[in-house]
């Protein structure tokens, strides 16, 4: 696998967080439409035990964040989950996007091979290739998909081009 | 990008609709135990404006199928979205897997260079690995999240491993 496809996808990954931002922009318009306090969407939820919209944000971002860290041995910046309005929420979200700035092709280089771990895997490994492919994209794509499903369940206007922003189309000819 | 990651992602999409069928046995249980019929799940969804279980289910077999034919030249088997029972609905869920089962890493060699079009496109193309990064990936984990988003919600016994399978994780040392 070459670097590029990871640096593509992650340069997605950071094109999805931007479309998530403007989620928030719709969700904070239906909220003064509505006359509701915008920062009550975080803790709506599709069912009593799955993650709150907040819980939701960060998960997106961390998967975002890690993968990235971990396909190139980079430090992660820390975020402790702390967020409580949706202005907060929004900066965390920039700030993984500030993160995924730094991030060039040749960061990649060798990230199929790299043996990725984390604390709850007690000790077990994946290679690189694995965890993105089975683990970081499915990951940051279910909780990326549940936050705008828990938008669309609260009223917020938002329809599929939100979600997929502006595509690389090239015109005919 | 080499072709072998094209390869890899779409065993992934193969792998997800196996999860997904997998599901499909947990709702029919949870029917089975509150007493429902298992078919009216298929009208389920989470807002008025947003597509019911089934369509998301067909949206996420046609962009897997659909991906895998444009990426690789061949042919896609036609679906016509008839599906109105459970049942249904899982035959045309293995059908795509059975699809899936006929490609070879060597099927997308110059995947990333090709001509990818559809007729909503207006004669406006995109590059083989601009439509898989910027719209396949995206949108089958959107149909499928939100199928998994709405049997949730509907009460049916689903957790993250059901949704992400069985890990290639290795053994310590």
């Known amino acids: 696998m070459l670097p590029a496809m990871y640096f593509q996808i992650l340069n997605q990954f950071k094109k999805q967080l931007k479309q998530l931002d403007a989620w928030f922009d719709a969700a904070a318009a239906h909220a003064k439409d509505r006359g509701f306090d915008p920062n009550l969407l975080l803790a709506q939820r599709l069912a009593p035990d799955q993650f709150a919209l907040v819980r939701q944000v960060q998960t997106a971002c961390d998967t975002a964040k890690l993968s990235a860290a971990r396909l190139s041995g980079k430090e992660a910046p820390s975020h402790p989950d702390t967020e409580q309005t ?46 993105f492919v089975e683990h970081a994209l499915p990951n940051f794509y279910f909780h990326l998909s549940h936050t705008y499903a828990i938008l669309r369940h609260s009223g917020v206007r938002l329809g599929k081009r939100d979600y997929l922003g502006t595509l690389s189309l090239r015109a005919p000819g």
Do not use: C, H
């Open 86 to 131: 949706l202005d907060e929420l929004r900066a965390r979200v920039q700030a993984v996007i500030s993160y995924l700035d730094g991030f060039t092709a040749k960061d990649f280089e060798g990230a199929a091979t790299r043996n990725v771990t984390q604390p709850r895997w007690e000790g077990k490994s994946m290679s690189g290739a694995d965890y």
